[in-house]
C-alpha cells in the first residue's frame, strides 16, 4: 500500500505519524534510550531486515532525531546517537509503555520497569493538566482553530 | 514485509505497538476522539481505502478500544465508539501531538491547537514526575528488571 504523506497536514499528530509512525522507528528509539548506538545492536535487538533497519536509521537520521557519530577509538563504524530532538520523544514512549501497562499486561506479568533513576522507584502516571493546574482526562478536552480564538 | 508479532514481548512499549502501532490505527483513534463515529466520517476524513479502515477497525474493536455499537434513530448502520481503554489512549495522541508542535511547526504555522474545556486555555505540556514529586527528564530514566528489586 502507497501511504499517502501528511507531513504538510495541519495535525501535529498526523505530522507526528509520518515522521515516526511506523512500529520499527519507534522500536529503534526506545532502544536507543537503553543504550544502543551502533547498527549491529539494532539488528540483533529487533531482528527486522538489515536494508530495512538501514532505511528507518536514515529517515530517523533525515529527520534530525539520530545523527551519526564516529565510534570511539579510531572504529571504522560510525554509531547513531539520539539529537535532543530525538530524546524529546521520551513522552511518546512512556505514554505508549504506561498504556500498555494498564490493559495490556496481566497482574505480575510485568517483568520491566521504568524506573527514576535517582530513587530506583517506578515514575508515577504521565500527567496532563490545564494552565491553572486541575489534571485533564480525555473528556476535558478539545482542538480549536487557532483562528477561532 | 511481514512483521513479526512482538505480542508476546516482555515491553509494554512493543505490545502497545503492536495493537496501535500503526499509522493509521492512530489516526482512527484520533478521529474517534474528534468526534467521528461512522465508518463513512473515517472514511472520508482519512481517505484510505474502505477494505484497509475496515480491517483497521476490525484489529482496533478486537483489541477492545472500539466497541460497535447500533446507531441511533433506528438505522441500519452500526456506530464505532471509544471504550475506556480507547479513551486512555489520549495521553498517547497528546503526547505524540506536543512533540510535533515543538518539532515539526514553524513559528505561527500552527492552526490547531489542544484545549482545555473548561478554560479554553491550551493544556500545559505533559509531565512525567517522581514519586516524590520531581520532573522527570529523558536522562532521570532507566529499565529494570522486576526481577533485579
Known amino acids: 500500500m502507497k501511504r499517502k504523506s501528511l507531513d504538510t497536514e495541519k495535525c501535529p499528530i498526523a505530522r507526528t ?33 538489515k536494508n530495512i533497519l538501514c532505511m528507518r536509521l536514515q529517515k530517523l537520521a533525515l529527520h534530525g532525531i539520530f545523527e551519526a557519530v564516529p565510534a570511539p577509538c579510531g572504529s571504522a563504524y560510525q554509531e547513531y546517537a539520539l539529537t535532543e530532538k530525538g ?28 524506573v527514576d533513576r535517582e530513587s530506583g522507584q517506578p515514575v508515577k502516571p504521565l500527567e496532563l493538566r490545564s494552565q491553572d493546574g486541575r489534571l485533564l482526562g480525555p473528556a476535558d478536552l478539545r482542538t480549536i482553530n487557532t483562528s477561532d480564538r
Not at 20 to 26: K, T
Not at 36 to 49: C, M, T
Open 17 to 49: 505519524l509520518d515522521v515516526i509512525g511506523d512500529w520499527w522507528s519507534l522500536l529503534i528509539v526506545r532502544d536507543a534510550f537503553l543504550g544502543k548506538r551502533r547498527f549491529s545492536e539494532f539488528h540483533k535487538s529487533l531482528g527486522l531486515a
Open 87 to 114: 530524546r524529546r520523544l521520551y513522552l511518546v514512549l512512556v505514554a505508549l509503555r504506561q498504556w500498555g501497562e494498564t490493559f495490556l499486561f496481566k497482574e505480575g506479568d510485568l517483568d520491566l520497569l521504568l
